[in-house]
């Protein structure tokens, strides 16, 4: 197994447990604070979709393991996964407080429009998008890249739906 494998592995493993705790302590602040959870709000099928990509990694490491590929296109697909990255966490400190995992309606608060915001509506999804399909690539890991896309184009296109009615 390489290094160069299960450093980023590790690393997005405890970021995301680590943003966990963070989604479950800003969302008791805003039930604190009158907001709602919106059920059903498309949580499970994005969570699905982010453990079948670490698992997937794992099995593409240890059965195929990483492609032949020019060290140029592994620098170039590990520095688009690293941009997206730094990206997805600057949209969560944009959004602060009113990140969670979950849908969670903050009532009277207007929509954040500062950031990447000011260009998109969800630039969240597009940067963690851009880091499902970049660090498999990056890694030499093509199978993980291209299965996940579709998976999650259709978990976030429903998920934006849920939170684009639920902010109306």
């Not at 660090?135 to 199978?143: F, M």
Request: hydrophobic share 55%.
């Amino acid at each position: 197994m390489r290094v160069v494998f299960w450093l980023p592995f590790a690393y997005c493993i405890v970021s995301r447990v680590a943003e966990l705790f963070l989604s479950r302590r800003n969302e008791a602040r805003a039930i604190a604070a009158g907001g709602f959870h919106v059920k059903p709000d498309g949580t499970r099928l994005l969570l699905a979709v982010h453990i079948l990509w670490f698992v997937g990694l794992v099995v593409e490491e240890c059965t195929v393991g990483s492609q032949g590929w020019p060290v140029g296109a592994l620098v170039a697909f590990g520095a688009l996964a690293a941009a997206s990255e730094l990206a997805r966490i600057v949209c969560l400190g944009v959004l602060g407080e009113r990140w969670t995992v979950g849908v969670v309606v903050w009532p009277g608060l207007p929509l954040v429009r500062t950031g990447p915001y000011r260009f998109l509506d969800h630039p969240n999804y597009l940067t963690a998008a851009a880091v499902l399909v970049a660090l498999p690539l990056a890694l030499g890991l093509p199978w993980v890249a291209a299965t996940i896309v579709p998976l999650k184009f259709w978990a976030v296109r429903r998920r934006i739906a849920i939170e684009d009615r639920a902010l109306r």
